[in-house]
């Protein structure tokens, strides 16, 4: 099983619309892949449709209540082959903090506590560096970073890449960098080509050759609560999500 955890101090770069879309295409490529939302906000659940306030499902939430041991219990399939989800819910952040002040440890992930019949675990991760982001890159193989092609890109991605030294320093040696990519890229823009050359010069090799573009169907997948891959199979933002969920399997090697 590989830990993926797709990260970036800043709002709104796409994280969340990143894992969704390269779960779905990881998961269609044939490994079992499960998403597992740590963002209070829910929206990679919502975006597979799991949304508390119209289901009854449970969620991670409900495993840190209960205190089980085992996650299987809060694990649901999503509409495609191969693919699961541990949704989120927005009572995470409250309680999250909680937890933290009753119990002297503020670390509630660990690898054991996966069933074992995943071969990719993906973590979408709120905006910031807080604990919740921090749980997965203290279990993760690899931190996966989607960089908006847009000025100020770059100082978020400082904030990113300290954090994610400071991980691979003193919770977890394992952790890798699996790559950065851009997102919101507009074609049209020399901001856009610029930001991105910019990255490339500092990321070097680091960098993935697919560039997620500009692409209002990945707004539209997720107002309809599916995966890009199914509601618009053909789109550019679908392509591209499926070239970069190739490149990644690559770098992963399963
Ligand atoms: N390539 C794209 N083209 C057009 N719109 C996009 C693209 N990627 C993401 N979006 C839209 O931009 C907004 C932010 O994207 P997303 O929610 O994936 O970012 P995020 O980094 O997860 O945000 P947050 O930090 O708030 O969790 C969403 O409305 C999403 O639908
Ligand atoms: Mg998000």
Redesign the pocket.
């Known amino acids: 099983m590989k830990y993926i955890v797709v990260i970036?101090n800043k709002?709104?770069?796409?994280?969340?619309?990143?894992a969704v879309n390269i779960a779905a295409w990881l998961a269609k490529f044939g490994p079992r892949v499960l998403l597992v939302d740590l963002?209070p906000?829910a929206?990679a659940s919502i975006h597979l449709g799991f949304d508390k306030k119209e289901n009854k499902h449970r969620t991670i939430c409900d495993f840190l209540i209960a205190q089980n041991r085992s996650l299987a219990d809060y694990i649901y399939p999503a509409k495609m082959e191969n693919l699961f989800v541990l949704p989120s819910e927005p009572a995470l952040s409250e309680f999250y903090e909680e937890i933290q002040q009753e119990e002297d440890t503020e670390f509630f992930l660990d690898r054991r506590s996966f069933p074992n019949k995943y071969d990719i675990i993906l973590f979408d991760s709120?905006?910031n560096m807080g604990t919740l982001a921090l749980n997965a890159l203290a279990i993760a193989d690899y931190a996966l970073v989607p960089v908006q092609t847009q000025y100020l890109a770059m100082s978020g991605l400082e904030v990113t890449n300290r954090t994610i030294a400071k991980a691979q320093r003193h919770l977890n040696p394992r952790l890798k960098i699996l790559g950065y990519f851009g997102?919101?890229y507009d074609r049209r823009t020399n901001v856009a080509k610029e930001v991105y050359r910019l990255i490339q010069k500092q990321m070097g090799k680091k960098v993935f050759d697919t560039v997620?573009?500009?692409?209002?169907k990945?707004?539209e997948a997720?107002n309809a609560q599916e995966p890009i891959l199914k509601y618009a199979p053909s789109a550019r933002?679908s392509k591209e999500y499926r070239a970069l969920s190739e490149e990644i399997l690559k770098r992963i090697k399963l």
């Open positions: 970036n709002g709104g770069v796409g994280k969340t619309t990143s963002d906000s929206s709120p905006p997102t919101h997620i573009g500009v692409n209002s990945l707004i997720y933002g």
